[in-house]
């Protein structure tokens, strides 16, 4: 294994066939967050799973604060993994911030996707005079203190609500280990990233085909968004709003979410 694919966990699973897909966790989870899905696939394609730096199954010595306080870092590390692989072409499923992070990707790259399935993902989380993106800044920066005030407890707060369940659920109780593994000065420095971040203006340089596939209720994300990426996104683009709850709708709905996403990655957008 290189160097790159050492740093960010990678496995590749799955049959002889050519055809790729690579599955990207968002904030607070690492791979494991495709549990459901990767059985389904591993018989009919090649899959890469991979964690992004900072979560909590990464190495923190190699999580540089200044080169992951853009999005843009993800989206290198992404190209980087691709090409010590030696990928062609993939079908690219980014689950939260790494719908982004493939999108951002795609525009340096596009001939290696052939197209971005976005589940949960948004190109900015602030709400704006013209957009709504379900946050004011007063609310990130309680987020932001909570999180710098007593990490542990936050996790336990926030996980529910972002799942959609209580304490009890396996679902919850997984986020919440995932999110908790992260160490909390990296995972305060990931949050302002991805929270702060602003993709509005590069959505129309995205040519690939995206799907982009989100729930009823999320509390990141609310369902205005992926009507907002449908109609901003330059290339093709198809909507679908699942009947799940929450913004990791792969986790805690699976019997909902995994034929949703099977059907987006083995169909392509009608003409």
Not at 35 to 56: E, T
Request: include cysteine.
């Amino acid at each position: 294994m290189g160097i790159v694919e050492t740093a960010h966990n990678v496995k590749v699973l799955g049959s002889g066939n050519p055809q790729t897909i690579v599955l990207a966790h968002g904030f607070g989870t690492d791979q494991s967050v495709w549990k459901h899905l990767v059985p389904h696939l591993v018989d009919l394609y090649r899959v890469i799973l991979y964690d992004n730096m900072g979560a909590g199954t990464t190495n923190p010595e190699y999580f540089d604060f200044d080169r992951y306080s853009t999005l843009e870092g993800y989206a290198y590390d992404l190209l980087a993994i691709l090409e010590e692989l030696q990928i062609q072409s993939c079908i690219f499923v980014g689950h939260s911030v790494s719908a982004m992070i493939g999108a951002i990707a795609s525009i340096t790259r596009p001939d290696l996707f052939t197209k971005i399935v976005m589940l949960s993902g948004s190109p900015r989380y602030l709400n704006d005079f013209d957009y709504y993106g379900g946050f004011e800044q007063e609310d990130l920066e309680q987020l932001f203190e909570a999180m710098r005030e007593n990490y542990k407890a936050w996790c336990s707060g926030f996980a529910p609500l972002a799942v959609g369940g209580d304490m009890d659920s396996i679902a919850v109780q997984e986020f919440s280990r995932t999110l908790f593994n992260m160490r909390p000065d990296i995972a305060l420095s990931v949050g302002r990233t991805i929270f702060n971040s602003d993709m509005r203006s590069i959505l129309a340089m995205v040519t690939v085909p995206c799907h982009v596939v989100q729930s009823m209720k999320d509390l990141a994300v609310p369902v205005a968004v992926s009507e907002y990426l449908h109609q901003h996104l330059g290339g093709e683009s198809i909507v679908e709003v699942m009947s799940s709850d929450g913004h990791l709708p792969q986790l805690s709905s699976p019997d909902i979410v995994i034929p949703v996403l099977l059907r987006h990655i083995q169909s392509d957008i009608a003409a």
